[in-house]
Every structure is written in C-alpha cells, then in structure tokens.
C-alpha cells in the first residue's frame, strides 16, 4: 500500500501562484510514477501533470504547459506541482496520483480556488 497526503492548496488571484506538495509513505520503493489530477465542480477528473520515478520524464496537460512544473525529492518521497501564471479555470480539487505495475493510488484532494 502506498499513502499520499497532499497539502498547500488555497486560494489566489488571478495571475498568482501556489505550490502543491505529495508526500508518499508506505511501499513507496514499487512506485512507477507520480502525478497530479484535478476536478472541477461537475467535470470529469482529468490528467495535469506526472513524472517518472526512473527516467525523471515529465508529461503535461497542454492547458498547464509552460505555467506548471512539476518535480520531486526523492529522499522525501514527495512530489511538488509549481504553479503560476492561475487563471479562474485552474479552479479544482488537485488529486496526488501514484502509480504501481497494476494499482493505482490517489491522495485525499486539496481545493485550489482562483479569483478573477
């Protein structure tokens, strides 16, 4: 089992900035990859961010590219999400993802609001 806890969401203006931060406990040593997934209210949950544990490859969203970075500390088993430049539609609950060969783990969610 693989537990996630994510922190630092909150509220900004538009035009503002706000780090996510995951940090990953348990069997984290079967972790393929990590990444971020967000909700807003009544849309599907859909894929932001991710970076692999071996290759240290980053993918993004084409709506997030080149205003979010994602990046990670391995000895905290943590991955962060840097983001900048908000706009009112980044407006979600950002979910931490990790992935297993076969299972997939997801943290609780941390609400990001941004104002316009």
């Known amino acids: 089992q693989v537990q996630l806890v994510e922190s630092g969401g909150g509220l900004v203006q538009a035009g503002g900035s706000l780090r996510l931060s995951c940090a990953a406990s348990?069997?984290?040593?079967?972790?393929?990859?990590m990444g971020w997934f967000r909700q807003a209210p009544g849309k599907e949950r859909e894929f932001v961010a991710r970076?692999?544990?071996?290759?240290?490859?980053?993918y993004y969203a084409d709506s997030v590219k080149g205003r979010f970075t994602i990046s990670r500390d391995n000895a905290k088993n943590t991955v962060y999400l840097q983001m900048n430049s908000l706009k009112p539609e980044d407006t979600a609950v950002y979910y931490c993802?990790?992935?297993?060969?076969?299972?997939?783990?997801w943290g609780q969610g941390t609400q990001v609001t941004v104002s316009s």
């Open positions: 993802n990790a992935r297993e060969i076969g299972r997939n783990y």
């Open positions: 970076i692999t544990w071996s290759s240290n490859s980053l």
């Open positions: 348990g069997r984290t040593f079967s972790m393929r990859d």
